[in-house]
């Protein structure tokens, strides 16, 4: 039963990543013209074009989801947390080496959001028995303060990142929308 699990879990997650491969690989072309951006909208507007590696931001995305879910899915911790913790490491070195984004924002906010990911994998160990709590009493609420004082700033940060830009967004459309009107006038 287990292992039929592990197959339904790796071609959930390995059809989409097959799929954009296959569009990525025929359609390199198409990609570029900006058409094609609008149409496809947010699964690569915000990603350089200029090669392959690049473009391979959504099929790297689905494989560390892949990574992060088989790795769960192992009975012992110590597998669990080294799988989650190679899965943002190898997150963070593609982002690092292939610098897939054009918006510098989107870049920042990626990489935040993998290392304070990290910094909260590495304290998971501080929840399980590898702290015994009958020697260190309140350990254990002492980390999970800590632990939301890591995440509070993460979900602010987050947050704010995604005000400003849907702000942006509506202050472009606003900007679009009075150009066009200012045109018709001219008309």
Do not use: H
């Not at 993998?114 to 254990?140: C, G, Q």
Request: with cysteine; hydrophobic share 50%; proline share 4%.
């Amino acid at each position: 039963m287990n292992k039929l699990n592990y197959f339904a879990v790796f071609a959930l997650a390995a059809i989409p990543a097959l799929f954009y491969g296959l569009v990525y690989y025929r359609e390199k072309e198409d990609l570029d013209m900006a058409s094609t951006k609008t149409l496809i909208g947010s699964l690569y507007v915000t990603l350089n074009t200029d090669s392959m590696y690049q473009l391979m931001q959504p099929i790297m995305f689905c494989l560390k989801r892949l990574m992060f879910v088989m790795a769960l899915r192992d009975v012992s911790f110590p597998m669990q947390w080294g799988g989650m913790i190679w899965a943002i490491l190898f997150q963070m070195i593609y982002y690092l080496n292939a610098k897939p984004f054009n918006d510098r924002l989107l870049k920042v906010t990626e990489l935040t959001n993998e290392f304070i990911m990290l910094l909260l994998i590495y304290m998971l160990p501080t929840f399980t028995s590898f702290i015994p709590n009958d020697v260190y009493k309140m350990a254990n609420y002492r980390f999970g303060w800590i632990f939301l004082a890591i995440v509070c700033p993460l979900f602010l940060f987050n947050f704010s990142v995604t005000i400003v830009a849907v702000v942006s967004i509506c202050l472009e459309k606003r900007r679009q929308s009075r150009r066009l009107a200012y045109d018709k006038e001219q008309v």
